[in-house]
Antibody, heavy 117, light 111 residues
Framework: QVQLQESGPGLVKPSETLSLTCAVS?????????WGWIRQPPGKGLEWIGS???????YYNPSLKSRVTISVDTSKNQFSLKLSSVTAADTAVYYC??????????WGQGTLVTVSS | QSVLTQPPSVSAAPGQKVTISCSGS????????VSWYQQLPGTAPKLLIY???KRPSGIPDRFSGSKSGTSATLGITGLQTGDEADYYC????????????FGGGTKLTVL
């Protein structure tokens, strides 16, 4: 059974960089698929942040591309998200996920990140 | 404002059927597969439908999906109180670059 678990600070100051890691168990990232991040502001809908193929190719939401970096560490079987210059609008539950191209078949439980001073 | 358009809410009685629409354009739904997700309160979304009309293992056949042109529809028959949730459609969009887009979500109320 594939399982994903997000980890990282729950509180980030405005203008700083949000950093999250997703640990994957039950499947080797280097075996394939896309690995991505999706967020959901409180009371709002889902927003795709971006994804990375196991080979390292990345695909980012154009509206966030200038601030986002997704990377993968196959040795630790985990992947990471960095979102720079955050504002209150970046407050959301952040989900990591396994994507088979255009759809997600496994989701993490989500982690709330609040941007506040 | 979401790239894909869904009705904010739908409702129906237990045992009845409901449909949820998802409207897009040629840069997304019109040329790509559509997926559907169910999000129960306080939980992560769950895949219900992929490739327009395929159900993952474990998803009952009460849930169905279809696509026509630039629109897609999720159907749920034999409604149960446990189906009360938010439902999202998703697909690729290639208007600016290739990335995944979601609808704004539809709140299903089982009366």
């Amino acid at each position: 059974q594939v399982q994903l678990q997000e980890s990282g600070p729950g509180l980030v100051k405005p203008s700083e960089t949000l950093s999250l890691t997703c640990a994957v168990s039950g499947y080797s990232i280097s075996s394939g698929y896309y690995w991505g991040w999706i967020r959901q502001p409180p009371g709002k809908g889902l927003e795709w942040i971006g994804s990375i193929y196991h080979s390292g190719s990345t695909y980012y939401n154009p509206s966030l591309k200038s601030r986002v970096t997704i990377s993968v560490d196959t040795s630790k079987n985990q992947f990471s998200l960095k979102l720079s210059s955050v504002t209150a609008a970046d407050t959301a539950v952040y989900y990591c996920a396994r994507a088979r191209g255009d759809y997600v078949d496994y989701w993490g439980q989500g982690t709330l990140v609040t941007v506040s001073s | 404002q979401s790239v894909l358009t869904q009705p904010p809410s739908v409702s129906a009685a237990p045992g009845q059927k409901v449909t949820i629409s998802c409207s897009g354009s040629s840069s997304n739904i019109g040329n790509n597969y559509v997926s559907w997700y169910q999000q129960l309160p306080g939980t992560a979304p769950k895949l219900l439908i992929y490739d327009n009309n395929k159900r993952p293992s474990g998803i009952p056949d009460r849930f169905s999906g279809s696509k026509s042109g630039t629109s897609a529809t999720l159907g749920i028959t034999g409604l149960q109180t446990g189906d009360e949730a938010d439902y999202y459609c998703g697909t690729w969009d290639s208007s600016l670059s290739v990335y995944v887009v979601f609808g704004g979500g539809t709140k299903l109320t089982v009366l």
